[in-house]
């Protein structure tokens, strides 16, 4: 079955410093990825795609397949960014899981001024 | 532009009563629709999933249940809610996936249901 951890719930930086909110998945094949995010007192919103390798707002996340990763890293915090910060994973394509996306438990972040 | 309504915002009922949760999606037509729900302290987990009027998945096992009576309506339901079904429900929409072409979920606001 496939997973996504994420074993930080909480992640607490100063702005300015870098960030990297790790995301592991257990998966057997070739998963898409993705990264959403929740601001507070907003909905739930898709952050990025590992399929898109785009950067939005900064942050970026790589596939890493041999160690199954797919951390999200920005080099400089904002105060902004404090958030929480989930990872999730669909099966490939062709596969009963496709479309269907596996969330970890959420990072939640906290950038200090 | 597609937009997704998600009602109520916050419920609270009691043990044993019935419950209704509605969600629907406008600008946009055959759109894949899902309930997840997150619990005090875990993740989002995947309730059910619908790809087309009265076609319903279930992903675990449980004492809700969903249906789709119109192309944009989705629609959770139990006929007696337990202290367990609290939690926080979020309702989801996506296009048809396709190889290379997946833009993920657009979530709605979400219902805080508390059983007491």
């Known amino acids: 079955a496939q997973r996504v951890t994420q074993p930080e719930k909480l992640l607490s930086v100063f702005k300015g410093a870098p960030v990297e909110l790790k995301c592991n998945y257990s998966?057997?094949?070739?998963?898409?990825l993705f990264w959403y995010v929740q601001y507070s007192r907003q909905r739930l919103q898709l952050l990025l795609r590992?399929?898109s390798r785009e950067s939005i707002k900064g942050f970026t996340a790589d596939l890493n397949k041999g160690e199954t990763s797919f951390h999200l890293k920005k080099p400089f915090a904002q105060e902004e960014d404090s958030a929480m910060y989930y990872c999730?994973?669909?099966?490939?394509?062709?596969?009963?899981?496709?479309?269907?996306?596996?969330f970890g438990q959420g990072t939640i972040l906290t950038v200090h001024p | 532009s597609q937009t997704i309504h998600q009602w109520p915002a916050t419920l609270v009922q009691p043990v044993g009563s019935p419950l209704s949760l509605e969600c629907t999606v406008e600008?946009?037509?055959?759109?894949?629709l899902y309930w997840y729900r997150q619990a005090a302290g875990r993740g989002l987990q995947l309730l059910f999933y619908?790809?087309?009027?009265?076609?319903i998945s279930s992903e675990v096992p449980q004492n809700l249940s969903a249906s789709r009576p119109q192309d944009r309506q989705f629609i959770l339901s139990s006929k007696k809610l337990l202290l367990s079904d609290s939690g926080f429900y979020l309702c989801?929409?996506?296009?048809?996936?396709?190889?290379?072409?997946?833009?993920?979920?657009?979530f709605g606001s979400g219902t805080r249901l508390t059983v007491v």
């Open positions: 619908s790809v087309g009027i009265g076609q």
């Open positions: 590992h399929i």
């Open positions: 600008g946009t037509s055959n759109p894949n």
């Open positions: 998966y057997s094949g070739s998963p898409e």
């Open positions: 999730a994973l669909s099966g490939e394509a062709g596969g009963t899981s496709y479309g269907k996306l596996t």
């Open positions: 989801a929409w996506s296009w048809v996936w396709t190889r290379g072409s997946n833009y993920g979920y657009t």
